[in-house]
């Protein structure tokens, strides 16, 4: 139980932040999400699709997303996600926390270069 | 705090959530399908594609539900509705386990609330904790004095404690300023004769200090409480009613406030009414009336060589119950720290006889909870009853846990098939729990139903008639949360090991195992179901014991020879004194009224004495035998007739009779055991002795002698007695008078005509504890009956429970083992070979129990050897009694399954499969 939570609050942190940066560019349904995703990040990450959707849900709990019913581009209905206000912010602050934590890493991973 | 009401909104449009997630799913998954089948794929396996790449999509929307919030709450509705639907489709089963969880949980609350009222509750009173009692520790028993509230005792452990001080004394603690805030006394009245508004009746009556309402912290309920200036010697007589008899005798407290009385005919005014819930300190006795302790100048009456003035400067006659209210800050042991030095000295000054090792030590208690008296004589009965409720439970909870095994086994199937669609078993076992819970707290429900039912019927059970017995147990919140708990606890107890049994394991198994299952699980479960089927027995058999014992007990008391024929005999007592009759017309009066008496229709013979027979105390005086030492022999005073009503009969000589009253020769009958004791070898008629104490030159003379017949309490008769004319008051003031009417059909039958009598000679006069002498004898076994009523009541109990498990568990074992069954018949099998073949199994399951359960019997009785009479705890007769019961109902309890096994048809047991 708590190992699963463990990976899942891991995932969490990252897939927020893929699909918060990712509805930057505007509103998209959990598909074209999941491609995009997939599209962008599958080299590095492994994102379960089946992970998307509750955290798709968590965020628009959370506020930071909004779901509206619009029509697809293929003309069905489908649940079209968009960042909010607050899901800007809290993308800046996401993106500016990870800016400083891979400098703070490539820091001491250079440190220690020059001391080996 | 948005996302909050997000999620509030959510909760209620679940349904529509529900229909937007499937929606969005299936959106992505023809996406998706669409995009394969765009590159070529084909559509079966396009969409399969789809599907697999999306993962478990139930535990997707699980998830996903998670993120809406609420999860908890839903789930826990989810499995309510589920507990609800299995429910109701094993009607049988809920049925019998809330029956026997309502039994259990029932009787363990209704004796548990008698526990919290007995053992735990405080005082009604503001800050009861600061409140302490004072006692005395002496090593030898040296008790001079008297107070109703009996509250001495012997120490467990060693030596004597006494709860009552010498008025001086308690002067002298009145001044314990330093750690007390203030110090109270008070001393039962006994009943009073009360007479209002031209009505005689009786009260029970409380003599207090001045400072006892303000020392409790008591608030009038109206008019005004008793102060320090009500107590002097002189001051205008005032009382307090309390709440209770305020409503019964005066038109409730308003009115009650400034009426006129007379108790004891003498004037009282009422200046206040005591709260309802207040029931003085000692939760023995609850008074009606509270008057100043100085009044007891005024209202007691004794002998005029022992004034009543005389206590309150006496120090060696001790007579007042005292409480004291801690200063804050101090506790208990602090206060008897600081206090018994300072005692002792005082105690040595006043006290110059008694070596200093003798002197009674100052005990300052907690007192909290009032007088301990109802404590000390409850405490141990409540702790076995509250052990036998405690055990019927357990049964009880074993039981459906049985139950529950067996079905745990048929699921195990469907708990596999859950576990392997991606339920966790968490999950799995909190909704096998929530079913368990739920049929507990139903349970637990009826429960409370049946105990207020059950308290009600142990109260009766407890006061056994006693018309003063002013003790209530209720059911409080305290009681409920107790019930509360003990309804999850035994949810989860009963619940816990089938649920883990039923979602351990391998699923791949437990998916290919057979329905009729004989896996491997099912070894270990049946052992299980053994040990809890054997322990069901081993504590039935227990119950069963203790019940047998205690009937025994009752029956071995029940056939004591008392020496005189109690049947049908209707006693009542009169006062006329207290009534303000004076003493020379007394006699007349009460003689007057046993002629009338006896004219009555339906009444065969009246006799009187100062006392029944059996029912009330018993006076011993010092007598001394002409040329012989002193001697404290018990004494009766009786009416003519008496010996003949009471039918013991007169052995030698002459019954008393009406000629012996004042003025004539004054003379005595005593009994055989008294000749025996004192007189052997003499002609013992005409011998004489003294009563020194009242008259040390009044010579009375033995004119008959008596058989034996017990006297005070229920006891063989044995004990030297002598009986003195009561029309003969040189030696003893005529009081009160007992009268003893036979009659010949109910007794109770005649006291409308008696009362009607009474009230027509005097209407001051009333009568009181009217009652049957075998009444009155009941009362002395009451401990006895109750026990014995109850154990057998809770022994019945258990039995049906283990029986109704012994026949649902075996019945199970049946239907489990039909196809075995089928084969050993299709081979030829008989069908009294297989009734045998599955009462075998009974047989060594009981077997074995009693072998655990025959030394727990014997070493658990032990416990109640003290309350046991005329036999052993391991009385063999009711251990047999016990176990032929017990196997006898196994038995009976198994046989028809054992039947049904035999009326298995072969043919269709192989096609079960």
């Not at chain 2, 009282?268 to 309802?276: M, Q, W």
């Not at chain 2, 309150?312 to 006659?317: K, L, S």
């Not at chain 2, 059911?475 to 999850?488: D, E, G, R």
């Not at chain 2, 009246?606 to 018990?634: C, F, K, N, Q």
Request: charged share 20%.
């Amino acid at each position: 139980m708590t190992k699963q939570r463990d990976r899942i609050e891991f995932l969490q942190g990252t897939l927020d932040i893929l699909i918060l940066r990712s509805l930057q560019r505007g509103p998209a349904h959990g598909h074209a999400l999941a491609k995009h995703i997939k599209q962008t990040s599958e080299e590095v990450f492994h994102v379960e699709t089946g992970s998307l959707y509750p955290a798709l849900h968590r965020l628009e709990a959370k506020g930071w997303i909004a779901a509206t019913w619009d029509q697809s581009d293929k003309g069905k209905r489908a649940r079209f996600y968009r960042l909010t206000p607050s899901g800007r912010k809290q993308l800046a602050v996401e993106q500016s926390k990870w800016e400083s934590f891979s400098r703070a890493m490539s820091l001491i991973l250079k440190t220690t270069d020059q001391e080996g | 705090m948005n996302a909050f009401f997000r999620k509030l909104g959510w909760l209620f449009k679940r349904r529509l959530k529900e229909a937007e997630l499937q929606e969005e799913i299936q959106f992505h998954l023809d996406e998706e399908a669409e995009e394969r089948e765009a590159s070529g794929v084909p559509p079966a396996e396009a969409h399969f594609a789809a599907r697999r790449e999306l993962g478990n999509i139930a535990r997707m929307q699980e998830d996903t539900r998670d993120a809406w919030g609420w999860t908890l709450l839903e789930q826990l509705l989810q499995d309510l509705r589920y507990a609800g639907r299995t429910m109701g489709s094993n009607k049988t089963f809920t049925v019998l386990a809330i029956v026997s969880l309502a039994l259990g949980i029932g009787a363990n609350t209704a004796i548990f609330s008698f526990m919290d009222s007995i053992l735990l509750r405080s005082l009604p009173v503001s800050d009861p904790k600061s409140l302490v009692l004072l006692e005395w520790h002496t090593e030898k028993r040296t008790l001079h004095g008297t107070n109703r509230h009996d509250d001495s005792y012997t120490d467990p452990n060693g030596g004597f404690v006494g709860g009552f001080f010498s008025y001086p004394a308690f002067e002298q603690l009145r001044n314990g300023g330093a750690v007390f805030a203030s110090v109270f006394g008070y001393q039962g009245a006994g009943r009073l004769h009360v007479l209002a508004a031209g009505q005689a009746g009786f009260a029970n009556g409380e003599f207090v200090s001045g400072e006892y309402f303000t020392g409790l912290g008591i608030a009038p309920f109206a008019g005004r409480l008793l102060a320090p200036d009500d107590d002097q010697a002189g001051s205008e007589a005032v009382a307090v009613v309390s709440y209770e008899l305020s409503e019964r005798r005066f038109g409730g407290p308003e009115s009650a406030v400034g009426q006129s009385v007379r108790i004891n005919n003498v004037p009282f005014t009422i200046v206040g009414v005591s709260p309802p819930e207040f029931f003085g300190a000692d939760p023995n006795a609850v008074p009606d009336v509270y008057v100043p302790m100085h009044t007891n100048l005024i209202l007691e009456r004794t002998d005029t060589r022992f004034p009543i003035a005389s206590r309150y400067q006496n120090p060696a006659y001790d007579w007042v119950v005292i409480m004291a209210r801690l200063k804050p800050g101090v506790t208990a042991p602090v206060a008897q720290a600081i206090l018994a030095s300072e005692f002792l000295n005082w105690e040595r000054s006043v006290d110059t006889n008694r070596p200093a090792e003798d002197l009674p030590k100052l005990i300052v208690r907690e007192g909290a909870g009032g007088l301990g008296g109802l404590r000390r004589t409850y405490s141990k009965p409540l702790y076995i009853l509250q052990a036998l409720v405690g055990l019927i439970l357990t049964i009880a909870c074993a039981n459906i846990a049985n139950l529950l095994l067996a079905r745990a086994a048929a699921r195990k199937r469907e708990m596999a098939v859950r576990l392997s669609i991606g339920a966790g078993r968490f999950r799995v076992i909190r909704q096998l729990l929530t079913e368990c819970v739920v049929l507990a707290f139903l349970g637990g429900l009826f429960g409370v139903g049946l105990a207020t039912w059950g308290i009600r019927f142990l109260t009766t059970l407890m006061a056994n008639g006693r018309e003063n017995f002013t003790f209530r147990a209720e059911l409080n919140w305290h009681v409920l949360i107790v019930v509360a708990f003990l309804s999850l606890l035994t949810g989860v107890l009963f619940g816990l090991t089938p649920a883990l049994q039923s979602t351990r394991g391998d699923l791949f198994h437990a998916l290919k195992e057979v329905r009729t299952g004989s896996g491997r699980g099912s070894l270990r479960r049946l052992s299980l179901s053994r040990i809890l089927m054997g322990s069901q027995i081993a504590i039935t058999l227990l119950m069963l014991v203790a019940a047998g014992l205690f009937i025994r007990t009752l029956s071995n008391l029940q056939s004591i020879q008392v020496g005189f024929n109690p049947e049908r005999l209707l006693t009542f007592r009169l006062n006329a004194p207290q009534a303000g009759l004076k003493d020379p017309e007394v006699v007349g009066l009460y003689n007057d009224l046993q002629t009338r008496f006896a004219a009555l229709p339906g009444v065969r013979a009246v006799s009187m004495s100062d006392a029944p027979l059996i029912g009330r105390g018993t006076s011993m005086w010092p007598v001394r035998l002409a040329g012989g030492p002193m001697e404290s022999v018990l004494v009766l005073t009786i009416g003519a007739g008496f010996f003949a009503n009471m039918q013991i009969p007169i052995l030698l000589g002459r019954d008393i009779n009406e000629h012996d009253r004042a003025g004539a020769p004054l003379v005595a009958v005593v009994n055989e055991a008294f000749v025996k004791a004192n007189l052997l070898g003499k002609s013992p008629l005409g011998e004489r002795f003294v009563v020194p104490l009242t008259c040390a030159t009044c010579e009375i003379e033995i004119v008959g002698i008596s058989a034996n017949a017990s006297y005070g309490s229920l006891k063989e008769p044995g004990a030297p007695i002598i009986y003195l004319p009561f029309a003969q008051p040189a030696i003893r003031a005529v009081e009160e008078i007992v009268y003893e009417i036979r009659t010949a059909g109910n007794p109770l039958g005649v006291i409308n005509a008696v009362r009607d009598i009474v009230n027509r000679t005097d209407s001051r006069l009333a009568l009181s504890e009217v009652a049957t002498q075998s009444d009155l004898i009941d009362r002395q076994i009451s401990q006895q009956i109750t026990f014995s009523r109850l154990c057998t009541a809770f022994a019945l109990l258990a039995l049906t429970i283990a029986c109704v498990g012994l026949y649902a568990t075996m019945s199970y074992n049946v239907i489990r083992r039909t196809r075995e069954i089928g084969i050993r018949m299709a081979l030829g099998a008989q069908r009294t070979q297989v009734v045998r073949m599955v009462l075998r199994e009974v047989a060594v399951l009981v077997a074995a129990a009693m072998c655990i359960g025959v030394p727990a019997a014997l070493f658990a009785t032990k416990v109640i050897e003290s309350f046991l009479f005329g036999l052993k705890h391991d009385d063999p007769l009711t251990l047999s009694i016990a176990v032929l019961t017990l196997v006898g109902a196994a038995v009976l309890a198994s046989y028809l399954p054992a039947r049904g096994a035999s009326r298995i048809d072969p043919m269709r047991a192989l096609r079960h499969e």
